[in-house]
């Protein structure tokens, strides 16, 4: 019971700091700032925070299903 305690608590620590990166990820996307870099950098942020967003999604899930 401990383990899978602390396991869901690394899950849940895991998700809290991803929503946070990806919130400031898809702030600065959407900020004139984003106008400073070139295409290929704000390309590859654009699958960057794609990817952070399929990831999020799955420790939802993994978190629901325990």
């Known amino acids: ?3 899978m305690s602390d396991f869901k608590t690394r899950l849940e620590t895991e998700k809290v700091e991803l929503e946070e990166r ?3 990820l ?3 996307l959407m ?3 984003v106008k400073d870099i070139d295409d290929v950098q704000k390309a590859l ?3 960057q925070s794609t ?3 399929t990831y999020l999604r799955c420790l ?3 978190l629901e299903r325990l």
């Open 1 to 3: 019971f401990n383990i």
């Open 22 to 24: 990806l919130s400031r």
């Open 26 to 28: 898809d702030d600065f």
């Open 31 to 33: 900020s004139d700032k």
């Open 45 to 47: 942020l654009g699958v």
């Open 51 to 53: 990817a952070m967003n």
């Open 60 to 62: 939802e899930e993994r």
